[in-house]
């Protein structure tokens, strides 16, 4: 079946996931594989004083244990990979030296035949440690006399960035009203349910090392473990096998990467390591975990002239691979949302405390710009006592489709704020909500309603403007398009898919480009001996940058292919017309050639025009001149229980407005997944340490990830504003519902606890926090009959 | 020490000397080689490695592969009958009810038991029916769906 762009087409990938048929890493099964463990510290700040393996080699089943010291000219320091100027780059070594600095820091490896053996192994290394003082918050670990993790970021800052656009101090002296809220953007753990995991192959003859590796970006880490370890990237093979899941939680090199690597290299046999559960929670980067000071001001008739803050952002023990891009470029920039604000300032300090590493989670600086801003705007909607709405739509940004430049110097591509505003409260009858909550108040229920209306930034790619703003690598996508002599096609995309559907969606664009069946295209991802190159999937990128590269390919190959129709059929290339898969000569339907005809004749090569090479191919790299913008407006209702403070979420209406959609049904997917997790902020996970660096959310049983009783349905929508930054018109659309939720559901909260005087609730608002601000009011409480 | 143990799986009886901790969900994996069956956590919170013992759902990680014994497994492998999808299989794939696939097997496993035993079950009850299971990737909201329509296949087509 030839299908179309705009298709809600079945996924590709399903067939074999829902039979047991994938292969995610844990899978992957070769001959005399050992299994390694990974020693992990439990102190969250110590010095390593001793370490004694030779317990754990004389297990029987043991095969070999090393320390760092044992493996020093093959572990290089983990590497940045976005760093914004100044930032503090200690050392990161993938196993411990002589400190550790979280708990969960790697420390020694053991390796065996057998999986629970290298468990009981790992248990038996003897570790000295010598306890030193810790810290855990950011904003204690910039005190003058806090412990200090590295010795070349005194105070413990990574790195401070600041951004500053308009005029302060001429909006300042316009201003009425001034609203100032210390906002906390908890940390949170992304719980991809699969956990990270690596098999690692060396064969000596060859010298290649496979690593099949459960991470987004196999290119890159192709690329960053040879600069670790010094193997040379050209005999480094990575696959991305099955992906179960990731949400920016396998976007980096991590130490078992290159660890399980370098000792499969040593033993000369195929290691195979897979993270734990509680491991994951140590040892996979987690989210957020912001403390803002945020400030705005306006006028009384709903003008916001200003919004500024300082940020204290948590980075964790060691910089991970992109940790300085978020709280900044990601964060910083975003502050104007969908609104005129004339003047911004934002000063983020990268702070490092004694916990897991901190990088991009789901959304990754745009959840928390976008919370901080629509948290903001509704506090200085409350002050002036002006509805919400209204105030959003006095200062929402008019529509445009050439560009608008914000105060913090980014440029939206296009946009229609009030648009996608207008169609969520079509879909919500925001009246009627309004009276039915006076109604239930006087019944002594509570009914909130919490509105959400974000911009972000998604397609990561320009990359020399990227370059410029810290990225250490270009960030274009690589795509090739290989169309087989019997007219099958292969497309092999660089982004590398967990969850997304690629398979489908880009098989997709090809048919409906191509005119070919559907059933013969394959998407091939994942493997670096397969697509030449390739930078992944994160940042919502994959259709607004990797799409832009298969539409360049196709190009390519259809314009070729017509160069050889023309020939054939004795005219010039443009009385050629492509035409439902056929090349058809203008005016004369009936002489036509057909694609797979064209295909043929391209490898046979008997009669090509003068001077062609043969075959039937292109390799394109797309890199757009701009990020694209994706926008529109969540709406979240809460009914509280005020015996409990129980929140219940029972209405969740989505508009957003991605550019044009390559297929519906894998797009309102992604909406739904990642509205979840923005809820499950708002509502119930957060990631909590002891004084002494415990992490005390340590396991399933105590981090809520939220489950399916826990979530209402969603109600979507969406608006059509094609972006002009690449071929397909399309912008990113794996994050919206992250970036929008939280915001609207924590203002649905304090606005069905308003008339108690409530005027924030920081995230998660669990039912404690509700019912100690209930208490409180005492009674302001409406009394129950 | 090693114990002697036979389990029917998928129809197929093996017999299989295995270690007393051994834990059913690797018994199946890594001795089978049955590896839909995924294992997400280790606090039995997850519900990726749900299976079918005895026509009953339980978490596979939470049961020794001893207490297996003389006892019938059903896998996501064996819920395919003759080449014929499972409604529940089918219905994934209509609705979108998964993206990353990993907690999939467990809970389409989940959801054939609770439609086993209510065949008309209200959105409550299904997203009640599933809380054993977490999901990260798609709100619940397409798998919901997923049960609701393998519930109507089922219903048409008896």
């Known amino acids: 079946m030839v299908v179309q762009i705009g298709d809600s087409v079945r996924r590709i990938e399903d067939p074999r996931l829902i039979t047991g048929n994938g292969t995610y890493v844990d899978d992957v099964v070769l001959p005399g594989l050992l299994h390694l463990s990974i020693v992990r510290s439990p102190y969250a700040h110590a010095k390593i004083t001793r370490i004694d393996v030779s317990a754990a080699v004389n297990i029987p089943g043991v095969v070999a244990a090393f320390t760092a010291a044992d493996l020093a000219d093959q572990l290089g320091s983990l590497p940045v990979g976005w760093i914004v100027e100044g930032t503090k780059l200690p050392d990161h070594p993938p196993l411990a030296i002589d400190t550790v600095r979280y708990v969960g820091d790697a420390v020694a490896v053991v390796v065996a035949d057998d999986k629970a053996i290298a468990v009981d192994a790992a248990e038996s290394v003897t570790v000295d440690y010598e306890q030193l003082p810790v810290v855990v918050g950011s904003e204690e670990a910039q005190k003058p006399d806090a412990p200090q993790l590295h010795a070349e970021a005194p105070e413990n800052i990574a790195f401070e960035w600041e951004v500053n656009g308009g005029d302060w101090e001429a909006a300042a002296r316009e201003a009425e009203v001034v609203v100032k809220q210390k906002i906390i953007n908890q940390r949170l753990i992304p719980n991809a349910m699969e956990t990270r995991g690596v098999v690692a192959d060396y064969n000596p003859g060859s010298k290649q090392l496979t690593l099949w590796s459960s991470t987004q970006i196999p290119h890159l880490l192709r690329m960053l473990f040879s600069a670790v370890t010094g193997h040379p990237e050209s005999r480094v093979r990575v696959i991305a096998p099955e992906v179960g899941g990731a949400f920016g939680s396998k976007l980096y090199i991590y130490a078992e990467e290159v660890i399980t690597g370098i000792v499969a290299k040593q033993l000369g046999r195929p290691v195979k390591w897979i993270e734990g559960r509680q491991e994951n929670y140590q040892a996979t980067t987690h989210g957020r975990d912001h403390v803002t000071y945020a400030e705005i001001i306006g006028k009384r008739d709903g003008t916001i002239l200003g919004l500024r803050c300082t940020v204290h952002a948590n980075v964790g023990a060691y910089l991970s691979t992109f940790a300085p891009l978020i709280p900044t470029i990601y964060f910083g920039l975003m502050l104007a949302g969908q609104y005129k604000i004339r003047a911004i300032g934002c000063k983020t300090f990268g702070v490092f405390t004694n916990t897991t590493p901190v990088d991009a989670y789901r959304g990754a600086g745009r959840p928390e710009a976008t919370y901080l801003v629509e948290r903001m705007v509704d506090l200085f909607a409350q002050e002036i006592k002006r509805d919400p709405v209204a105030v959003r739509r006095k200062n929402m940004i008019g529509a445009f489709r050439r560009g608008h430049e914000v105060p913090t110097g980014v440029m939206y591509d296009t946009g229609n704020y009030k648009g996608t505003l207008n169609k969520a409260l079509e879909m919500f009858d925001y009246r009627g909500f309004r009276k039915e909550q006076r109604a239930a108040r006087r019944e002594g229920r509570l009914l909130g309603v919490g509105f959400s209306c974000y911009v972000e930034i998604s397609g990561a790619a320009p990359s020399a403007v990227a370059a410029s703003l810290g990225a250490g690598a270009g960030l274009w996508e690589s795509n090739t398009v290989r169309v087989h002599p019997t007219g099958s096609v292969t497309v092999y995309t660089g982004t590398s898919p967990h969850g997304q559907g690629h398979e489908t969606s880009f098989a997709q664009i090809a048919s409906a480009e191509l005119g070919i069946d559907i059933d013969n295209i394959e998407v091939l991802h994942g493997d670096t001996d397969r697509q030449q190159f390739g930078t992944g999937t994160f940042g919502s990128r994959s259709i607004a940058v990797g799409g832009g590269a298969l539409s360049l390919s196709l190009k390519k190959v259809l314009a070729k292919a017509k160069e050889i129709a023309a020939h054939q059929m004795g005219v010039s290339d443009s009385q050629v017309d492509f035409v439902n898969g056929n090349f058809v000569v203008e005016d004369i339907p009936e002489r036509s050639m057909g694609f797979a005809e064209i295909a043929w004749e391209a490898y046979h090569a008997k009669d090509l025009p003068h001077g062609m090479e043969p075959g039937l191919e292109a390799t394109s790299f797309f890199d757009p001149a701009n990020f694209t913008w994706p926008f529109g407006c969540h709406i979240a209702v809460v009914e509280i229980n005020q015996d409990t403070g129980d929140v219940k979420l029972i209405r969740y209406i989505g508009v957003d407005d991605v550019g044009n959609i390559i297929n519906p049904m894998i797009l309102a997917g992604m909406v739904h997944g990642g509205a979840a997790q923005g809820i499950g902020q708002a509502l119930w996970e957060t990631a909590v340490y002891s004084d002494d660096g415990q992490l005390i959310t340590g396991s399933m049983l105590d981090y809520a990830v939220p489950n399916a009783k826990n979530l209402p349905s969603f109600e979507l929508g969406h608006t059509v504003t094609p972006t002009r930054e690449n071929p397909l018109g399309a912008k990113g659309a794996g994050e919206t519902g992250t970036i929008a939720a939280s915001p609207a559901v924590v203002n649905a909260c304090v606005d069905a606890l308003k008339h108690i005087g409530v005027t924030h609730i920081d995230m998660p608002v669990t039912s404690e926090k509700v019912w100690r601000l209930l208490d409180a009011a005492g009674k302001a409480r409406p009394r129950r009959k | ?158």
């Open chain 2, 1 to 158: 020490m090693s114990y002697e143990i036979t389990v029917s799986v998928n129809g197929t009886e093996y017999t299989d000397s295995v270690e007393p901790r051994l834990l059913l969900a690797d018994y199946l994996r890594d001795t089978l080689g049955l590896t839909g069956t995924h294992i997400g956590c280790d606090t039995t919170s997850c519900g990726a490695c749900t299976i079918l013992l005895d026509g009953s759902s339980v978490k596979s990680c939470t049961l020794f592969a001893v207490q297996a014994n003389g006892h019938s497994v059903t896998t996501v492998e064996g819920l395919a009958k003759d080449g014929e999808l499972h409604p529940v299989q089918a219905a994934f794939h209509e609705e979108h009810g998964l993206q990353c696939g990993f907690c999939t097997p467990g809970m389409m496993i989940s959801i054939a038991q609770l439609l086993d035993r209510n065949p008309n079950p209200t959105e409550a009850e299904i997203r009640e029916g599933i809380l054993g299971n977490l999901c990260r990737c798609t709100g619940y909201h397409n798998i919901v769906k997923a049960a609701q329509t393998a519930a109507q296949t089922a219903a048409g087509g008896s």
